[in-house]
């Protein structure tokens, strides 16, 4: 119950982006593309920024009935989603350093099985790491940005007890269900909880953000392995 889905990487999983990472979890499969370019937003080029964003998209398909596209792009579960992303990503990386450059970070859900805003943080730095890696050999950037790691899993509880990274049926039933995202050195950028039905504790609070930092350090020590170093 408190053990990770089994987790696939597949880094540059398609040819044109900047960079890119297939990231699976279990059932979960999301395509990651970091993207780069110099048209900046007015409020980054006024602070002498670049700047990141994300878009994220769940296929028609992704799950076990299909969805219109203009639906799901235009709900507030993604915009809220988008944001997420781009916070996380943002949070590890200096700005400054990659002044004049605006990228973006594009997530797509090919089949969605639980967890799907956790697995696109986690392809998404994968991907950002080998794009900036790239522009930095383009001689676009002088200094290395990334500052730290960045991974997200989902924890809940069901019938009393802790559970990691929720599938979708797990989530479906969970009492309380929350996604944390946490650095290498282990500092947090989000937590996000919500009780579906009784309140939680204290104690269970801090019993979930325990488990759920456990996985997120297995899942940054894969990210280890795929990246190496990060300067």
């Given at each position: 119950?408190?053990?990770?889905?089994?987790?696939?990487?597949?880094?540059?999983?398609?040819?044109?982006?900047?960079?890119?990472?297939?990231?699976?979890?279990?059932?979960?499969?999301?395509?990651?593309?970091?993207?780069?370019?110099?048209?900046?937003?007015?409020?980054?080029?006024?602070?002498?920024?670049?700047?990141?964003?994300?878009?994220?998209?769940?296929?028609?398909?992704s799950g076990n009935r299909r969805t219109s596209r203009?639906?799901?792009?235009?709900?507030?579960?993604?915009?809220?989603?988008?944001?997420?992303?781009?916070?996380?990503?943002?949070?590890?990386?200096?700005?400054?350093?990659?002044?004049?450059?605006?990228?973006?970070?594009?997530?797509?859900?090919?089949?969605?099985?639980?967890?799907?805003?956790?697995?696109?943080?986690?392809?998404?730095?994968?991907?950002?790491?080998?794009?900036?890696?790239?522009?930095?050999?383009?001689?676009?950037?002088?200094?290395?940005?990334?500052?730290?790691?960045?991974?997200?899993?989902?924890?809940?509880?069901?019938?009393?007890?802790?559970?990691?990274?929720?599938?979708?049926?797990?989530?479906?039933?969970?009492?309380?269900?929350?996604?944390?995202?946490?650095?290498?050195?282990?500092?947090?950028?989000?937590?996000?909880?919500?009780?579906?039905?009784?309140?939680?504790?204290?104690?269970?609070?801090?019993?979930?953000?325990?488990?759920?930092?456990?996985?997120?350090?297995?899942?940054?020590?894969?990210?280890?392995?795929?990246?190496?170093?990060?300067?």
């Open positions: 119950m408190n053990s990770l889905r089994p987790i696939k990487i597949k880094r540059n999983a398609i040819a044109y982006p900047e960079g890119s990472c297939l990231f699976e979890s279990g059932m979960t499969k999301v395509l990651c593309a970091v993207s780069v370019s110099d048209q900046l937003p007015d409020h980054a080029k006024e602070s002498d920024k670049g700047w990141i964003t994300a878009e994220y998209a769940m296929l028609p398909c203009s639906r799901t792009l235009s709900s507030g579960r993604t915009k809220e989603i988008q944001r997420l992303i781009g916070r996380a990503m943002r949070s590890v990386v200096d700005l400054k350093a990659i002044q004049g450059l605006n990228i973006t970070v594009d997530c797509d859900v090919l089949q969605a099985d639980g967890g799907t805003r956790t697995a696109s943080i986690n392809g998404a730095f994968i991907a950002l790491v080998d794009a900036l890696r790239k522009v930095e050999r383009q001689g676009k950037i002088t200094v290395w940005p990334v500052r730290d790691y960045v991974g997200a899993i989902s924890v809940g509880i069901i019938n009393g007890k802790v559970v990691l990274d929720l599938d979708y049926e797990n989530d479906s039933r969970a009492e309380v269900d929350m996604n944390i995202v946490m650095t290498g050195r282990g500092k947090y950028i989000e937590v996000q909880g919500t009780a579906e039905q009784n309140p939680y504790s204290r104690l269970e609070l801090n019993r979930m953000l325990e488990v759920a930092g456990k996985g997120i350090h297995q899942i940054i020590k894969m990210q280890k392995k795929v990246l190496g170093p990060l300067k």
